[in-house]
């Protein structure tokens, strides 16, 4: 609005000038040529004239990330930086140690692998933009850039809560039915509940982000998170967001109460069992096993309750990038430490891959 005041007192003052001026044709010449000048200018502010058509005016987002606290920037990128190393080298050497040891081929190690992968598609997704966020001026991302962010952050996150559901069933056929264990858990149905996780969460992602590109932008393009994700993002939209309310109330429904119900419900189950064994020795392996997968559980379900069982309307920009910590970074960096220090099998496979496991 500011932009456009000179061009209407300009325009008055050339109008001015068409009654006065014996030759009009020149003053319309220049007239027109101030505006050629102004359209020209338009690119360099980050608006393309071609899109204005459908309004879409918005070529490129700033994430925020952590600005409004410069003088925390060298220590947030030091703290994030060690974060991202230590989950990407313990989800690999986690990786690495199920895949090369025949011992770790049960269908709880099985969905620990698939677990490690999630984290580092996760955390490698929003890591190193947040990174390179935190040392320039300007932290600026394409619009394709952040639909593709979006995409495979909402696919790995949504996979992981959904895969904490099938170990917690896993878990619960170990504990209440251990003598069917091996049929109710076989080889092809934990292959399908894997492939099925990933292919059901890549379709609600795929549904997600095709609804995000239909909406319009037209500025302000500044997301206040250091990442893209869908609260903010509809935030900004100048068009009509009906449409993805609905599919992100469906979608925390299905991913954060119905499956935290089925946690719940198979915990119940597993503590029920746990407590008719008759001895202490027998309680404590069956809660060992469990243990681990119900630690992760619950620090995942708090980061995610904390942060997006509520309204778009009341979103909270500090809290969410709190919980986009917790679960981005945090999670996948705490996981390989969990599962390992609770797990002799594990820690055995890794003093074998590595000899800095041995002492």
Not at 45 to 55: D, E, F, L, R, V
Not at 70 to 97: H, K, R
Not at 222 to 227: D, E, L, P, R, S
């Amino acid at each position: 609005m500011v932009s456009s005041l000179p061009c209407c007192q300009g325009g008055r003052k050339h109008g001015s000038r068409l009654l006065q001026d014996p030759t009009p044709l020149s003053s319309l010449k220049n007239h027109m040529k101030l505006l050629v000048e102004m359209h020209k200018k338009v690119p360099e502010t980050g608006i393309n004239p071609k899109m204005m058509s459908n309004h879409t005016l918005v070529t490129q987002f700033i994430l925020q990330g952590f600005s409004e606290h410069p003088e925390y920037q060298v220590l947030l990128f030091g703290c994030f930086f060690s974060l991202y190393t230590m989950a990407l080298t313990g989800n690999i050497l986690i990786l690495l140690a199920i895949a090369l040891n025949a011992g770790l081929r049960t269908p709880m190690y099985f969905f620990l692998f698939n677990l490690g992968m999630m984290d580092i598609v996760c955390t490698s997704s929003i890591m190193p933009k947040a990174l390179q966020g935190l040392v320039s001026e300007q932290n600026t991302i394409s619009f394709g850039g952040c639909m593709a962010q979006l995409y495979f952050l909402t696919w790995a996150a949504s996979s992981e809560l959904l895969l904490l559901t099938v170990m917690a069933y896993d878990r619960y056929a170990a504990i209440c039915h251990p003598l069917h264990y091996s049929t109710m858990m076989s080889k092809v149905f934990c292959s399908l509940l894997a492939t099925g996780v990933w292919m059901l969460c890549a379709l609600n992602t795929a549904i997600h982000t095709g609804l995000m590109l239909r909406l319009e932008f037209c500025g302000p393009n500044v997301i206040t998170h250091f990442f893209c994700e869908v609260p903010p993002l509809l935030l900004l939209s100048c068009s009509s967001t009906y449409v993805n309310s609905i599919m992100i109330v469906l979608a925390d429904t299905f991913y954060g109460i119905l499956n935290f119900l089925m946690t719940i419900v198979s915990y119940g189950c597993i503590i029920s069992s746990i407590l008719k064994m008759q001895t202490a020795e027998g309680k404590q392996k069956a809660f060992s096993t469990c243990s681990s997968h119900l630690i992760v559980v619950c620090m995942y379900y708090t980061a995610v309750f904390y942060a997006y069982i509520s309204p778009v309307s009341s979103y909270d920009a500090e809290k969410s990038k709190l919980a986009g910590v917790l679960y981005t970074m945090l999670g996948p960096t705490l996981n390989p430490i969990i599962y390992t220090l609770r797990n002799k099998e594990v820690k055995a496979a890794l003093r074998k891959l590595c000899p800095f496991f041995r002492n």
